[in-house]
């Protein structure tokens, strides 16, 4: 079969319609358009008249619009300042979500109530969670005018989840680690000066956390990679200072943890028809 023989078929499936039936929007046989799914070409002109009748463009016949779209979406953020960028990338990220319902209609309704929460500058705001669930993956998003996270999972191979997990006691290890309220308020801590190395005393001193246990609570962090230490020389011998691991994952668990926290968070969009388990 010829890329736009696939094309042809993958979009008249996604119309629900039969060979007869796009053959008759265009004014072909059936055979015609069988023989184009098989491997034969649309002559030039019939081209505009089959992509209205998919409601695509004729660059997605060749295969060639995910390509272009990508690529547009790459030239427009690399154009913009960053904080702009951000919020247009986010944009992108919420428009995903709204296109996996594979409902148009609850797809415009669900855009019509963000845009308009978004729009508001209301104090306090409530934040807005939805979530995505199908057997072909996942995708969750927190909004609201300025906090937003996104997260989006593709379903693995044929093995399971779990099979990428750590082990069981390695992940129940990593919630005791901030099961301890030290660590945690050193955590938030850092992340408020994440761009510069810090002392010891200095943490002891923003988070008023002894100064013993806050060495205590470094040498955890940097045991599990979470923080990296530094030597610094100075007048009175060498000295530690720390600085957070960004390849970590920790802010966005503890963005989601907050989710969790929150109980049932509402306001709250989502679809959910997953008939597979998870792990």
Known sequence: MSVIGEQIKKYRNQKNYTQEKLGNLIGVTTQAVSKWERGGTPDAEILPKL???????????????EQ?????????????????????????????????TGEEDFSEDFADTFVSHSDE???????????MLSDDGLALA???????????????GEDSILAHFESEEAIRQV??????????????YLYTVSDI???????????E?????????MKTLCDKQI????????????????????????????????????????PFFGMGDRKKPIF
């Open 227 to 266: 923080v990296h230490p530094m030597k610094i020389a100075s007048v009175d011998g060498e000295i530690y200072s720390y600085i957070i691991r960004f390849e970590t994952n920790v802010l966005p668990m503890l963005c989601f943890a907050d989710g969790i926290a929150k109980g049932s968070p509402h």
């Open 209 to 217: 956390i002894e100064l013993q246990d806050v060495e205590r609570c």
């Open 51 to 65: 992509a209205d009748a998919l409601e695509v463009s004729i660059d997605a016949l060749y295969g060639r619009e």
């Open 68 to 100: 272009d779209f990508q690529l547009a979406i790459i030239k427009k953020l690399s154009s913009m300042p960053g904080d702009e960028a951000y919020r247009c990338a986010f944009n992108f990220c919420w428009s995903l979500i709204l296109g996996l």
């Open 197 to 207: 190395p810090v002392t010891a005393p200095l943490i002891s001193q923003g988070t």
């Open 121 to 131: 500058k209301r104090d306090p705001c409530p934040d807005y969670f939805a979530k």
């Open 142 to 156: 927190r909004i609201s005018n300025d906090f937003r996270h996104f997260f989006l999972m593709t379903r693995p």
């Open 175 to 188: 919630f005791t680690l901030f099961a301890d309220k030290k660590i945690l308020h050193i955590m938030y």
